[in-house]
């Protein structure tokens, strides 16, 4: 195994993640093999003595590792800088931190980009497809190869809560707490169809070239960028919206209905239009379109209970971690009610569980914002795991 600081100085950002690189590789669930495995990945805090202290810390279907330092590529702070650091929610004084980008990505894991060995060409759109089983088997190939054996915590919101409870379901004694967030037990159809249509915008654009864009030194920048636009708004919530931008249009104009002396319907634009024209052109810039289409496979693939025969407690049955499950009021991707029903099925298994609904208007990117509940949410559960896990701030330092 090769542990090796990336420095790319030749053009473009410097990363300052590291990366594990596994050459006999892993097997998918797919039955493919993918040789080598990279996971890219970026920690924060000190890994204790007794290697007791390490939360995981699982990114959403665009992050990425660069969770609490500036990300290379976009120049912006880290994705949760305001809840991992020194005293913050994720006391990086008392805990070792991990993130890692996912398989399938495109910020240094092993993804559609890297080079697929057979053919000595990228993967591109012929890379496997993979579910959240063989993004949590490259984690604990990460875990495994950083000698940690158990897990203090898995924490992750959205797709990152998917991967937490995917670690319980399938290593339960490698984790003693898990803190799921704006997520749920499986992919809704509301949500598939959701990614359907970002996907078939995607399709859609002349220079998809089937996923081999690259081989014609193109990006299906429109595509990709619509895709973004559309799933931007299940990221918000209605009153989110209006308080931001309400029915205001760019410029001097008071209305957008253009005048009569203009000839173009599209002469202006409302601002929420400004807004997600300019989600959509930023993502182009950072993600990969075939990294996009695996993941939001990977998300669709999701249904714990469908594993077990429709029984959505069977996955906890053998489980001694402590949960705490999150959702937020306003959040309609992945609404509360989903969150009830793994909280039901995780009660019905006799594990040990907190749940927390908190109040917010701003949907589901809401557990990436400043909410002070959250935050507090987060401290008081993982500090009380700590106790119980006898898990004291001297031994962590
Ligand atoms: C979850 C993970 O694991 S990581 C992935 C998370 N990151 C993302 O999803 C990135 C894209 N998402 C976002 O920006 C999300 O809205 C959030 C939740 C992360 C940030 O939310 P907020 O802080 O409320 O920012 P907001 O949604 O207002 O967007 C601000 C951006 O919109 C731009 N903007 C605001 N109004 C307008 C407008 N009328 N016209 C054009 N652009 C506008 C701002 O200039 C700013 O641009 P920048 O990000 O390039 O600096
Ligand atoms: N906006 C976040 C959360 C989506 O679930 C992301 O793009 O990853």
């Known amino acids: 195994m090769d542990r090796s600081v990336s420095s790319s100085v030749e053009e473009g950002p410097v990363y300052t993640h590291q990366t594990m690189r596994l050459e006999e590789g892993m097997a ?33 279907l665009t992050g990425d590792q660069y969770l609490a330092e500036p990300n290379p590529l976009t120049g912006k702070p880290g994705w949760w800088s305001r809840m991992v650091g020194p005293g913050l929610p994720i006391d990086t004084d008392r805990f070792f931190v991990i993130c890692p980008n996912v398989l399938g990505g495109c910020m240094g894991s092993t993804g559609p980009r890297s080079l697929c060995t057979e053919t000595g060409k990228a993967w591109d759109g012929e890379f496997p497809p993979i579910t959240m089983h063989d993004i949590v088997a490259s984690q604990v190939r990460l875990v495994d190869y950083l000698g940690i054996e158990r897990l203090f915590a898995v924490v992750g919101g959205s797709m990152g809560g998917m991967q937490a409870l995917t670690w319980v379901a399938d290593h339960p004694e490698r984790v003693f707490a898990a803190l799921p967030i704006a997520t749920s037990p499986f992919h809704s159809a509301q949500n598939i169809a959701f990614n359907e249509v970002s996907r078939q915008a995607i399709f859609a654009d002349p220079h998809w070239h089937d996923g081999h864009y690259r081989d014609f030194g193109a990006i299906p920048a429109r595509g990709l960028g619509v895709a973004r636009m559309m799933a931007h708004i299940t990221y918000l919530s209605e009153e989110a919206l209006s308080r931001k931008f309400g029915r205001r249009v760019r ?120 909410e002070p509940d959250l935050d507090r949410t987060v401290r008081g559960f993982l500090n009380g795991a700590a106790e119980h896990a006898g898990l004291t701030r001297e031994e962590a330092l």
């Open 28 to 60: 998918l669930e797919c039955g493919a093999h993918l040789a080598p495995l990279e996971v890219a990945y970026c920690t924060y805090g000190t890994l204790s003595a007794s290697r007791d202290n390490a939360i995981l810390v699982c990114h959403a």
């Open 251 to 370: 410029k001097e104009a008071a209305t957008a209905i253009p005048a009569a002396s203009s000839p173009s319907l599209f002469g202006e634009m409302f601002e929420v239009e400004s807004y997600l024209r300019h989600q959509g052109s930023t993502f182009v810039r950072r993600f990969d379109a075939n990294s996009y289409l695996t993941i939001t496979r990977a998300m669709d693939y999701f249904d714990l209970a469908a594993e077990h025969d429709g029984d959505l407690s069977a996955p906890f049955g053998k489980c001694e971690t402590r949960f705490c499950v999150v959702s937020f009021s306003s959040d309609w991707l992945f609404p509360t009610s989903q969150s009830r029903l793994l909280v039901r099925a995780l009660n019905k298994a006799g594990a040990n569980v907190s749940f927390v609904e908190i109040e917010s208007d701003r949907g589901h990117d809401a557990f990436l914002l400043d």
